[in-house]
């Protein structure tokens, strides 16, 4: 399962890249309304940054103003996918755009029947929203188990995309599911980090070398002797 980040937060996207694990993002016209600046600079961006592919979402309610909007956004950057919301105008601005070449993210998928409607329309992805269904007390992992067990036999190129996680759990749901893509916001990421086991085995492992400091001086000499690295 690849990760994309969720986020208008250009800092966010800087400081998650950095680990050198994300594949690319999303953001959407709430994540866009909380942060200065312009929605065209912060988009290209995050795409410069994650070199991947980014969702910029439409907000027009009908299929021609989302084409419209969607084939602008997507100009912006080559690495702009058109994320457009789930609606029967949506279907339809998802085939239009789609059978122009663009890439779609159809986004706010809530059920299998959904993601079939998404697939047929020949979108990219199709973001099913597991904190939003828990939310409702609906079980998302059973909505998302059903969706890609739907989509599946069909043979269908329609990546399921784990969207709107909300802990880590969420996570390695959506992957052991067989979800293609997990977006996932940097609090998240960095919960992933956690573990106390690992806290302490790297405070043990640094103070039982630093308990020989002759080791300590070895290794030091060893990089020292390396030649500069380009
Ligand atoms: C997906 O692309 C959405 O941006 C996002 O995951 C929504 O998450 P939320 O339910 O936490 O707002």
């Known amino acids: 399962m690849r990760f994309f980040i969720d986020t208008g937060s250009v800092a966010e996207v800087e400081e998650i890249a950095a680990w050198g694990i994300l594949s690319g993002a999303t953001t959407n016209p709430s994540l866009l309304a909380k942060e200065d600046g312009e929605p065209a600079d912060i988009i290209r961006r995050i795409c410069d940054l994650v070199g991947g592919p980014v969702s910029a979402e439409v907000v027009s309610d009908d299929a021609a103003g989302m084409v419209e909007e969607g084939r602008a956004l997507a100009k912006l950057h080559e690495h702009v996918v058109v994320k457009v919301p789930f609606s029967n ?10 059978s122009q070449g663009l890439r779609v993210n159809m986004t706010l998928v809530f059920s299998a029947n ?6 047929q329309a020949g979108a990219t992805y199709a973001s099913c929203f597991m904190g939003r269904l828990d939310d409702i007390s609906i079980d998302s992992s059973a909505v998302v188990e059903e969706i890609v067990a739907t989509l599946r036999p069909g043979g269908t190129t329609t990546q399921v995309l784990a969207a709107s996680i909300r802990h880590p759990e969420h996570v390695v749901t959506a992957a052991r599911l067989g979800c293609e893509v997990a977006t996932i916001p940097a609090k998240v990421f960095r919960q992933m980090l956690a573990h106390p086991l690992t806290e302490q085995g790297r405070e ?9 400091p002759e080791f300590v001086e070895w290794l030091r000499e060893l990089v020292s002797k390396q030649p500069a690295s380009a």
């Not at 105008?89 to 789609?98: I, Q």
């Not at 959904?114 to 697939?119: G, K, S």
């Open 114 to 119: 959904q993601a079939l409607l998404t697939a």
């Open 204 to 212: 043990r492992f640094k103070a039982d070398w630093e308990s020989r």
């Open 89 to 98: 105008e949506g279907l339809a601005a998802t085939k239009e755009l789609s």
